[in-house]
């Protein structure tokens, strides 16, 4: 399938948004009805695109969504999304009746964060939270259950804050040695049980858990790397109850090809040398789109043949040797399928010496993303397809 272009540049990703919607399925599928998912859609979905992959979710049976700063929230409402939206991160106190305004739910950690936020609400206000636990993470979080009694009482005594719900993150839910993870379920459950009354939601499942953990699951779970087609680690890849389809995938086109003679040298630092004569191809990405230099060596594949990227990758070109004579046009897939080859994001995580997760997210903003359907570049509508909630009393609908 060539896509049809409307950009001005022959670098393109292509979102499966078929292949989003059937992991988020199968996912829905495989946690109780009555356990709610939020899709996590924050650093603009995992550079997948968050409205568009926001409301895709929602479609194929997500209950909310999560973010990590209220400007992704807000950007989120502005294109029309009006399900639930919580803020994993933390938020200015001076900002906070923006979000009770919008119907987004922040995070809170401190009861001198609630001190400060609750002088910029009035009586009308209604700010819905989420009390975030450090278990064992290290993060942002309250440590001690006479930190988290505080913090209960204070949102109770005011009545411009609502306790919506109450949340914590596993540090190793993605190795197979369970024993840290138990250990942190087992510091949320004593906190869980210290509290008065409990909230609506409670969640501490990623989407290494939701996978893997029933026992974490509570009422809600929050899934981000494994909606877009990722394993949450190589190591309990096996272990994943179905198969997951990648959404993300890079593609480009040679610029300029042309035969070099022996001994030709290619790019900055002249760190390559062709041996014979060899046909380089150039193509339109390098490291201000995300295409890093230390990618040199790695494999692309044109005309359905790996081919290795040759010299130091340029700032917004790269050079190839081609496997065979090809003429200017011809595609180039980066991350993805050709024919019978295929270059994954853990191909390139590893090349990298990182994690998948990283990946998508340092593909830049400059190079456009083409949202696909059936096969086919879509235009995703703003309209929200399916917001599962009850905006008079916020319970959930669960579909």
């Known amino acids: ?153 204070c949102i109770a005594t005011h009545s411009s804050f609502e306790l919506e719900g109450i949340f914590t993150h596993y540090a190793t839910a993605d190795e197979l040695n369970d024993a840290y993870l138990e250990q942190q379920l087992k510091v949320f459950e004593e906190m869980l049980q210290s509290l008065d009354e409990l909230p609506p939601y409670i969640h501490s499942s990623n989407s290494a858990a939701t996978l893997r953990k029933p026992n974490t699951y509570f009422n809600a779970v929050r899934v981000g790397i494994s909606m877009y087609g990722l394993s949450p680690s190589a190591e309990v890849k096996p272990e994943l109850p179905f198969p997951l389809r990648p959404v993300f995938s890079l593609h480009s086109r040679l610029i300029s090809t042309k035969e070099l003679s022996a001994g030709e040298k290619i790019s900055y630092g002249a760190t390559y040398e062709t ?51 090809l003429t200017p046009g011809s595609k180039v897939t980066l991350i993805g399928k050709q024919g019978q080859e295929e270059i994954t994001m853990d191909e390139i995580a590893q090349k990298l010496d990182t994690i998948n997760y990283e990946i998508p997210c340092i593909i830049s903003t400059r190079v456009p993303r083409i949202y696909l359907r059936n096969g086919e570049p879509t235009e995703v509508s703003n309209k929200l397809l399916s917001s599962n909630i009850d905006a008079e009393n916020r319970n959930p609908q669960i579909p």
């Open 1 to 153: 399938m060539e896509t049809q272009t409307q950009f001005f540049r022959d670098t393109w990703a292509e979102i499966n948004l078929d292949n989003l919607y059937e992991n988020v399925t199968n996912i829905r599928k495989h946690i109780p009805q009555d356990v709610r998912m939020f899709a996590v859609v924050k650093a603009n979905a995992y550079g997948h695109g968050d409205v568009q992959t926001a409301l895709t979710a929602l479609e194929a049976g997500a209950h909310g969504v999560a973010v990590a700063f209220l400007d992704e929230a807000l950007s989120l409402r502005k294109a029309g999304i009006q399900s639930p939206i919580l803020v994993l991160g933390a938020t200015r106190p001076k900002d906070v009746k923006m979000a009770a305004e919008q119907q987004i739910s922040l995070t809170t950690f401190s009861q001198e964060w609630l001190v400060e936020a609750e002088k910029q609400l009035t009586k009308e206000d209604s700010l819905h939270l989420h009390i975030k636990c450090d278990t064992g993470m290290g993060r942002i979080g309250v440590r001690t259950i006479k930190e988290l009694k505080e913090i209960e009482k």
């Open 275 to 325: 041996g014979e004569k060899e046909w380089i191809g150039t193509i339109p990405i390098g490291y201000a789109d995300g295409w890093l230099r230390r990618l040199q060596g790695q494999h692309v594949i044109v005309n359905s043949k790996r081919a290795p990227i040759v010299g130091r990758i340029c700032m917004d070109q790269c050079m190839i040797s081609l496997p065979d004579p």
